[in-house]
Each structure stands twice: as structure tokens, then as C-alpha cells.
């Protein structure tokens, strides 16, 4: 007989596996441990803080690159944390080929061949992370309770990005809204 709560872990797991943070065979590892009774169980939480609980780099790493993972999904919830964080990627990447880039430049304004390969790289990268950019940003707007259209606040000139920024600060629904259970729970 399954208990209450190794069901909601299945459940949980399930849910991971759908939104790509596990893949198959960890499902299927903690799958197996938990109906095997290897694994305790864990009771899915109402505080915020066990969200919180990944410090070690695989931890970061994994945040940073779970809207790629998600690349052009629009739908669900997305924490503060996922976007902060792959922001925090994109911006050091970005600046790293920058540097590179106008360290490769002489004082004529003339780059070298590396440098224009930093400069393609990161013209590249920007174009291929705007779709998960937005993406992540219409879950965090989703979060909110708000409609994800409100990233096309970023249209608007000049001050269009830092106004969606502002509102990428304001934390999230406790519990479930319109857009899906709480990305905390």
C-alpha cells in the first residue's frame, strides 16, 4: 500500500519530469526508491525556504540553465530565482566575450580575428537566448498573476526594460493562481 505521501513525491517527481529539471532515469531511480521504501519520503511543504536549499554549483548551474531546458515554454510558473539567476549567466558570458572582444581591438579600432569571433559568438548567443528570455519572463509575470503580455512592456523605449525588470522583484502568488501550482510548493 502507498502512502499519502510517497504519492505526492511521485507526484511531484512527475510534474520535474514534465518541466525537464529530472530526467527519465533520475525519475525512474526515485521512482523505484521511493516505492521500494529506500528513499524517505518527503512532504511537500507550504514554506518557501526549502525552494531555497540548492547551494552547492551543480545547484546554481542548474537554475541558470533550467529556461533553456524550458526554451519557448510560455505556460506555467517560473520563481524568482530561475530568472535572476539565468540572467546572472547571460550577463557574465556576455561580458566575458565583450572583454574579449575589445581586448582583441587595437587602438586603430581594428579587431583581430578572435575578437570577431568573440563578437559572433555573442551576437549569436543574444539572438538564441531572446525567445528563453522572454519565455522565463512571461512565467515570472505568471507567477505573479499577471498576464504574460506584460512583457511587452520591454517594447517600450528606453525605459520599457527597466520597468519589466522592476516588476521581475515583485514576488510571486503563494499558493495556486490562474497560471499553475506554486513553483514553492
Known amino acids: 500500500m502507498i502512502n499519502e505521501d510517497t504519492l505526492k513525491s511521485i507526484e511531484k517527481l512527475h510534474s520535474m519530469k514534465a518541466q ?10 526515485a521512482k523505484r526508491k521511493l516505492l521500494d521504501g529506500r528513499a524517505p519520503a518527503r ?13 552547492t554549483v551543480d545547484g546554481h548551474l542548474e537554475w541558470m540553465l533550467r529556461p533553456l531546458k524550458r526554451y519557448a515554454d510560455f505556460n506555467g ?10 540572467m546572472l549567466l547571460t550577463n557574465l558570458v556576455a561580458a566575458v ?6 581586448g582583441d ?5 581594428r579587431t583581430g580575428t578572435l575578437g570577431n569571433l568573440a563578437f559572433g559568438i555573442l551576437i549569436l548567443g543574444l539572438l538564441g537566448v ?8 512571461a512565467r515570472r509575470f505568471h507567477d505573479q498573476g499577471r498576464s504574460g503580455w506584460f512583457a511587452a512592456l ?7 526594460v527597466f520597468i519589466a525588470l522592476g516588476f ?11 497560471y499553475g501550482p506554486d513553483p514553492y510548493a
Not at 521581475?168 to 490562474?178: A, C, F, H, K
Request: overall charge negative.
Open 77 to 86: 510558473r517560473s520563481p524568482r530565482r530561475e530568472f535572476w539567476m539565468f
Open 97 to 102: 566575450l565583450t572583454m574579449v572582444f575589445l
Open 168 to 178: 521581475m522583484l515583485v514576488p510571486g502568488d503563494q499558493g495556486e493562481n490562474d
Open 20 to 29: 525537464g529539471v529530472i530526467s527519465e532515469d533520475d525519475f525512474e531511480e
Open 43 to 55: 512532504t511537500v511543504s507550504a514554506s518557501r525556504t526549502d525552494y531555497f536549499t540548492a547551494t
Open 154 to 160: 520591454n517594447l517600450i523605449p528606453f525605459i520599457g
Open 130 to 137: 531572446i525567445i528563453p528570455y522572454l519565455a522565463v519572463q
Open 105 to 109: 581591438t587595437n587602438f586603430l579600432g
